[in-house]
């Protein structure tokens, strides 16, 4: 469906601060929520099955190997491993699981076994399943359909005309690429990007309208949680009024896809967090995120039951990627409740936490950035001094 609104008109309500306006934004917003997608909902929890160590450059990420900050690590999980953290996922009310590994690919070794714990979350929990693994071809595509994958994961993370800010070494081209890999697999494409990484209003309308044109299933939202020692790391959070005003933006232009809130949710949107929802919200990530905590569980049911929202499951939810739990879209009625026995903490199941899941190693050195940008960090976060790596040239090394 075409957008509901032209490039104008988004750049204008981009510049409104009134929060009567706002408010007013979001109601428009909630209004073309409702009417494609009633009462239902799609929440998702992640697992971060590989962490760490990552080649490339993006800027906001700790991960990355020319981030001046200890790295994240975590070793490739087991199939089992995987499966455990989806069970937690299912006992929490989530309706689908994201497994995701860091970098741009991973080694034939590592990919088997996102294959392996794909079949067992197929097989033993009724979630729909998703994955994140960086760049691939159609055959890799393919190979997770058969494995039991519905949708793949694989942002743009920003406007085209500001990508080169954002990362180098992963180019926009090859994100896209990898998003026409998936779909020609005939797999659902799960597209978005991270507000606040430095880009204009009128980026923010051009990712938007990037995002209409690819029409991803699903569009997760972000928003930045800068990381000390990182090309990003001293920007504040969003004002959550102006994050709240572009996912409506957002909801206007993408009327039919799927939006879901990520990483940063918790740290920009504060109390406004249901309103957030009210903009044209279908889900958050339930649970912890790659690196960083997330909310607990039953807060999250709660806050969108609040709203009349509908996060039952379907009792076949894992057969179908894209039915969602409106009544009639798969045969029977869905359950009125979320039902009972759901778990409430996540320190009553064994979500992916990686407070205590994740090592941070220290870098013994950290190369410059390839776009020759510093790390960066708040005036209040002491640096860590850490060894650069010179590069000399010939004649220096001759000397």
Known sequence: ????????????????????????????????RVERFGDSTDMCSLVNAKSGGCAEDCGFCAQSRFADADTPMH?????????????????????RFCMVTQGQGLSKRDFQKILDGARLVAEQTSLKRCASVGHM???????????????????????????????????????????????????????????????SREQRVEMAFELAEIDPTSVPINMLNPRAGTKFGDREFMDPWEAVKWIAIFRLILPEALFRLC????????????????????????GNFLTTLGSEPADDRAMFEELGLNVA???????????????GWLEGETPAVAGDGLVDRQADAPFWDPSSQLRHQRKTSVPPR?????????PAEAPVPLPQVVHVGADERAE
């Open 1 to 32: 469906m075409p957008p509901l609104i032209t490039p104008e008109e988004a750049l204008a309500l981009g510049e409104i601060t009134d929060h009567a306006e706002i408010e007013a934004l979001i109601e428009r917003a909630w209004q073309a």
């Open 370 to 378: 390839p776009d020759g940008a510093p790390n960066r960090r708040r």
């Open 263 to 286: 990483g940063g949710r918790v740290e920009n949107l504060a109390e406004l967090h249901a309103l957030a929802v009210r903009a044209g919200i279908n889900g958050v990530m339930m």
């Open 313 to 327: 499951r379907q009792a076949d939810n894992g057969s179908d990627p894209r039915p969602d739990n409106r009544s």
């Open 137 to 199: 071809s159609v055959g890799r595509a393919q190979a997770l359909k058969d494995a039991g994958i519905q949708r793949v994961h694989h942002n743009v993370e920003t406007a085209e005309s500001y990508y080169d800010e954002v990362s180098t070494t992963v180019r926009y081209e090859g994100r896209l690429r990898t998003i026409d890999a998936v779909r020609e697999a005939g797999l659902e494409t799960c597209v978005g990007g991270i507000l606040n990484l430095g880009e």
């Open 75 to 95: 070793a490739m999980m087991s199939p089992e491993e995987i499966l455990e953290h989806a069970k937690a996922a299912e006992a929490a009310g989530a309706h």
